[in-house]
């Protein structure tokens, strides 16, 4: 298991593969201003009690890959559930997780998703994100960067259930990258999720790899922050929690 890992990690390609993926990547948020319209979600699917441990040191097969996106999905769910749970709200999940291939496969409001993307899509509340991207970044990155790619995309889903709207993208991406470090970090704490070795770094290697490029103005449509900035964001997020992700 020390082989397929060290072997996945090697250093000497990485950083530079890794931006290629995810340079022109980021999530875009569909229709975040437009929360109305989704029909009613399904129940709540039934918690399961046991933790779940993300795997950084083994294979990374596409089902490994599957997995991983289900569990993440579990986590979160669990734990925003207990979020909601906690202020006498109801919960719904996000209705869907969708996996693509192609560029349109896939529409968000009549907008067809590109490539290399993932996205929270608010007008059919659902995830959806390009498999072969995802499975890239896997791969390079490791197992740590589904969960916090699911936990970015379904933070944009809370943030649609809560109402928050913020005139920059860069404010909500970044609150986003702070509400997954607090979804990782609160389970890890809670047993819910068990890190393995190699965990954090792989989050600072693909929060590092997603950052905008320097020139990208903050204020630009689409900005989701400086590799700096994502990186506080989400640790900030991860060893505080909630309360310091300023949801009011
Ligand atoms: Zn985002």
Redesign the pocket.
């Known amino acids: 298991m020390v082989e397929a890992g060290s072997a996945r990690r090697s250093r000497v390609p990485l950083a530079g593969l890794v931006a290629a993926v995810l340079a022109a990547a ?4 569909g229709g975040v201003s437009d929360p109305q319209g989704g029909e009613p979600a399904p129940p709540a699917p039934t918690v399961e009690p046991e933790a779940t441990t993300t795997r950084a040191d083994s294979t990374t097969s596409i089902e490994e890959f599957a997995e991983d996106v289900a569990s993440a999905q579990a986590v979160a769910e669990r734990y925003w559930a207990a979020r909601f749970r906690e202020s006498g709200e109801r919960f719904q999940p996000i209705r869907r997780i969708i996996p693509y291939q192609r560029a349109g496969e896939v529409s968000c409001g009549g907008q067809p998703l590109p490539r290399n993307n993932a ?2 899509c608010s007008q059919g509340d659902f995830i959806a994100y390009d498999v072969t991207w995802s499975v890239a970044a896997f791969r390079q990155v490791g197992d740590a960067f589904v969960f916090y790619l699911l936990g ?2 379904y ?2 889903g809370i943030q649609v259930r809560l109402g928050v709207r913020y005139d920059f ?1 860069i404010q ?2 970044l609150q ?2 702070c509400m997954a470090g607090a979804y990782l970090g609160d389970s890890v704490r809670a047993g819910d999720l068990t890190l393995a070795e190699g965990d954090l770094e792989e989050f600072r290697e693909g929060l590092a790899a997603v950052g905008d490029d320097p020139g990208q103005p903050w204020f630009a449509e689409g900005s ?1 922050g400086t590799a700096e900035q994502r990186t506080e964001s989400f640790f900030r997020g991860y060893e505080n929690s909630l309360s310091a992700c300023g949801l009011g």
Do not use: K, L, M
């Open positions: 980021g999530c875009f948020v996205v929270y970015h995309e933070a944009h993208t909500q991406e986003a990258d989701h």
